[in-house]
């Protein structure tokens, strides 16, 4: 069995944007905004000098989630579903196959529907999905909420990623409603991704709509183009993390975090 590859983000890439960003491959380059304040957690760990503060740390080809468009609409998909399944039989010619064979007569039509299933994320904005799910509540403790199951798709190869999300988040007098973390994962998984970046949007979109003391988000996930192709190694695991606020600079919140998803 190979060992688990981890993938620890860092904050070495930063902007000075100001007020407004750049746009790199339809992502939002902006920065992270931390909450003005704090708490006694956060004064846990004294910022060396001459460091930078939360404040300034780039959230580096990240959407905007609060900005962000819908990029495809359902009658998006009634127009597009014609040409996708004409694309699709277009492939299975194209593999040697016979289209009109009876086993897969439908078949074009049902992996166009299957797609368009697949990337449904495109149709969400993360504005809609926490309407009227965030409250008003004096607690600073930890929330955590793992183990949620992760489906997406390979950008590059267009094959199945699946695996577990786990997020926790420090609050700042707000609370966002639980099942509300498990549908920000899954606008942003049901989109062609890489796990990377997949990782630090589910973890920005959270700090731009609760404005928390910190977020952590780490994901857990196995790679059909690792598992089918390729190399072909069954048990290969890809682990990626993004710690934002005092999830990254407090080393005692960071480790209580991992402690707790492990356990």
């Known amino acids: 069995m190979e060992h688990s590859k981890q993938t620890q983000y860092s904050s070495n890439e930063k902007k000075d944007t ?31 000098p001459g460091a930078e503060s939360g404040s300034h740390r780039a959230a580096t080809s ?10 495809r609409s359902v009658e998006d998909n009634e127009m597009s579903l014609p040409s996708l399944a004409a694309a699709y039989t277009t492939i299975l010619r194209g593999l040697g196959e016979d289209p009109q064979r ?6 074009p039509w049902r992996a166009a529907t299957a797609m368009q299933f697949f990337t449904k994320g495109y149709q969400e904005k993360i504005i809609d999905v926490l309407n009227d799910a965030i409250f008003d509540e ?9 183990d949620i199951d992760m489906f997406s798709m390979c950008e590059h190869h267009l094959v199945p990623i699946f695996g577990r999300v786990h997020i926790g988040y420090l ?22 991704q890489v796990q990377e ?15 928390p003391t910190g977020v952590g988000v780490v994901i ?21 993390s993004t710690m ?7 080393p005692k919140t960071r480790d209580e975090f991992l402690t707790l998803i492990r356990s």
């Open 18 to 48: 100001g007020d407004g960003g750049s746009v790199l491959n339809g992502h939002f380059d902006g920065m992270v905004k931390r909450p003005a304040g704090g708490t006694a957690r956060a004064a846990a760990a004294p910022q060396a």
């Open 62 to 71: 990240v959407m905007e989630s609060w900005k962000e468009e819908r990029t």
């Open 102 to 107: 009876q086993g897969l007569l439908k078949t």
């Open 138 to 146: 004096d607690h600073d403790e930890m929330v955590i909420v793992k």
């Open 171 to 192: 609050p700042n007098k707000r609370v966002l409603g639980l099942s509300k973390l498990a549908r920000i994962v899954e606008i942003y998984s049901r989109r062609l």
């Open 197 to 211: 970046r997949l990782t630090k949007q589910i973890a920005v979109a959270i700090t731009e709509a609760l404005q």
């Open 220 to 240: 857990e996930a196995t790679h059909m183009c690792m598992v089918m192709r390729g190399v072909q190694k069954m048990n290969s695991k890809t682990v990626t």
């Open 244 to 250: 934002l606020g005092v999830f990254r600079e407090d």
